[in-house]
C-alpha cells in the first residue's frame, strides 16, 4: 500500500499534521481541481456529517470564528507540478471530539453528498480515524 500524503501543520504552536491523504484521495482530487478548480474541505458536526468530510469549490463554503483550518495539502498534477493547496477545515464542536485522533482522507465507491463536488464521479470522500498521542510542540 502507498503512503499518505501529510498536510502542514496549521494549528498555532503545533509542528505535525493531523489530516493525510491516500493515494486514491489524491487521485481523485486532482480529477476534482481539473473540473472545478481550487478546492477545500470541511468536516463538520452537523446531522449530515457521518464521516464524510465535504469538498468544495475553495471559497464556496464559508468559514468563521466557528471553524479551525487543520491542514493544508499541497496538491501536484501527479508529474511534480504544483498545482495549489487544499485547505482541510473542521468545525471547532468537532475538532473536540477529535482533536486525539489523526484523520486520513480516503476515498470509495459510493454517492456522497449532493453539495460536495465528488458526488457525481460515483466516489465519496471518506475519513479514517486513529486515536493517537501527538508530540508537544
Known sequence: MSTARETKATIDGESFSRV????????????????????????????????????????????????????????????????????FWMSKEQFEYWKHTKLTVDVVAGRGSGFSVEAPEGKRFLIRSQIIEFPSS
Do not use: N
Not at 464521516?51 to 487543520?70: N, Q, V
Open 20 to 87: 493525510a491523504f491516500t493515494p486514491e484521495a489524491l487521485e481523485l482530487l486532482r480529477k476534482l481541481w481539473g473540473i472545478h478548480g481550487p478546492l477545500m474541505f470541511h468536516q463538520s458536526g452537523g446531522c449530515c456529517d457521518g464521516s464524510s468530510p465535504m469538498c468544495y469549490p475553495a471559497g464556496e463554503f464559508r468559514t468563521g470564528g466557528s471553524d479551525i483550518l487543520l491542514g493544508l495539502l499541497p496538491l501536484d498534477d501527479g508529474q511534480g507540478q504544483s498545482l495549489g493547496e487544499i485547505e
